[in-house]
């Protein structure tokens, strides 16, 4: 579905893709980039957060970020300043690999998203639901950078 040049896209990102923005960077931290600049709408649900909370609490991930010199209430911080939260009300049954992953697919019906953005094949794999077309980051980078 191509947006109008004055839509900004809406998108929804799995929590790989946040992990590895807030620890990595590289072309995921474009992603959260884009969005502070105005380019993008980054959508989350309170348990896609909770995920994010969860799994930043890895014992060799706080390694990663302690390293680093970053605190996770930082981390926690910056994912908060940039969402826009969406109530999740429905619940589907698409992702037969790995139903937990659900939960992507049903914050982006709820919030109306174009995108999906993900690392996980068996995300990928489905391609899109509904309207809603699921990338990698440098499939939704390519379309950030177009506009």
Same mark, same amino acid.
């Given at each position: 579905m191509p947006l109008s040049k004055k839509r900004v896209p809406r998108v929804v990102?799995?929590? %790989? *893709?946040?992990?590895?923005?807030?620890l990595w960077g590289g072309k995921p931290a474009e992603i959260i980039k884009a969005a502070e600049e105005g380019k993008a709408v980054i959508l989350a649900s309170e348990e896609i957060v909770g995920e994010i909370s969860q799994v930043l609490n890895y014992p060799r991930l706080r390694n990663v970020y302690k390293a680093a010199g970053l605190l996770y209430k930082d981390l926690i911080e910056t994912v908060l300043k940039i969402v826009k939260f969406v109530e999740v009300t429905m619940h589907i %049954? =698409? *992702?037969?690999?790995?139903?937990?992953d659900d939960k992507f697919i049903e914050c982006a019906l709820a919030a109306g998203a174009d995108y999906i953005v993900s690392g996980y094949k068996h995300l990928l794999k489905i391609g899109g639901y509904r309207k809603i077309r699921i990338l990698s980051v440098t499939e939704f980078? /390519? =379309? =950030? /950078?177009? /506009?």
């Open positions: 990102l799995d929590v %790989n *893709v946040w992990v590895s923005a807030l %049954n =698409i *992702v037969m690999e790995h139903p937990a980078l /390519k =379309i =950030i /950078k177009a /506009k």
